[in-house]
């Protein structure tokens, strides 16, 4: 199917420093071990994810239902699987948002069925094809208000562009309008805000060609990638000290389809 296995045995793979730390964050966790796991899954874009609820070593109890609640990673399909006789773990798996949970017999038997069922893998053809096309005049519209910084109502266009648009290339107004957010609360000293867009981001614009209807989303994608890095290492107390020049324009020709 094209995809390579990822096989998380300790819990620093991910997460360096006490897992046993985590504090109650809604949503995404925007600091500690929370922000490392979701910094790597979102990174990674699993297809698919399969928790053996007996290993005791990952924190799974923790990571499973900040997975399924974080919108940055919820739409990850989740397979669980453990001992028949452990009715309260696999209850709680369930209840933490696990698209599915078996015994670990069944769990065996019905890999290969699990697998093509629930693997979620991009759709790059026809992204690749939409691509091709030109930018909408709202989406033209759009880039303009973003790149004279006037986020919101960047924002604001740029939905409704992605409303307007059947086509799989309506991803590429989502992932620009996401930035625009993710600025807007920069602009705001939003440090959580931010962070939380930042992440909830990558789901939407990694998957993109590096031009797509004419955007140049390997700079976009490098930009914004660059801001978050720069976030992360200010922090929440010192959000007022970001430096604004690392905020480029988006880079795109004029050509739009109608």
């Known amino acids: 199917m094209g995809c390579q296995v990822y096989w998380i ?20 966790h925007v600091s500690g071990p929370g922000l490392a796991v ?12 399969i928790i053996d609820l007996s290993n005791n070593v990952i924190p799974w109890r923790e990571w499973l239902p900040m997975l399924k609640s974080a919108p940055a990673t919820r739409r990850i ?10 009715a309260e773990t696999l209850k709680f798996a369930q209840s933490a948002g696990a698209d ?13 069925d699990l697998i093509l069922q629930y693997t979620h893998l991009p759709v790059s053809t026809k992204l690749a094809e939409s ?32 409303n307007n648009d059947d086509t799989p290339g ?16 920069i602009e705001r000293r939003n440090y ?28 976009l994608r490098s930009d914004a990638e660059r801001i978050y890095e720069a976030l992360v290492q200010l922090g929440p107390e010192r959000i007022d000290k970001f430096d604004t020049q690392l905020i480029h ?10």
């Open 38 to 49: 979701l910094d790597t899954i979102t990174r990674r874009h699993p297809a698919l994810m």
């Open 77 to 86: 399909p989740v397979i669980c699987y453990g001992s028949h006789v452990d």
């Open 192 to 219: 959580r805000g931010a962070i939380k867009m930042f992440l909830r981001l990558r789901q939407w614009i990694d998957p993109l060609p590096d031009i797509c209807r004419g955007v140049d989303i390997a700079q």
């Open 131 to 162: 691509c091709s096309q030109g930018l909408s005049q709202l989406a033209l519209k759009g880039l303009q208000q973003f790149n004279r910084g006037e986020y919101f109502a960047a924002h604001e266009t740029l939905e409704e562009a992605w």
């Open 100 to 112: 599915t949970v078996l015994a670990r017999s069944g769990f065996l038997t019905a890999l290969p």
């Open 9 to 28: 045995e300790r819990t620093n793979q991910i997460a360096p420093g006490d897992p046993a730390i985590y504090k109650k964050q809604l949503a995404e």
């Open 249 to 258: 324009p988006v880079i795109y020709t004029q050509a739009w389809s109608g």
């Open 170 to 185: 309506r991803e590429l107004y989502r992932a620009i309008l996401q930035v625009a957010v993710a600025y807007l609360q």
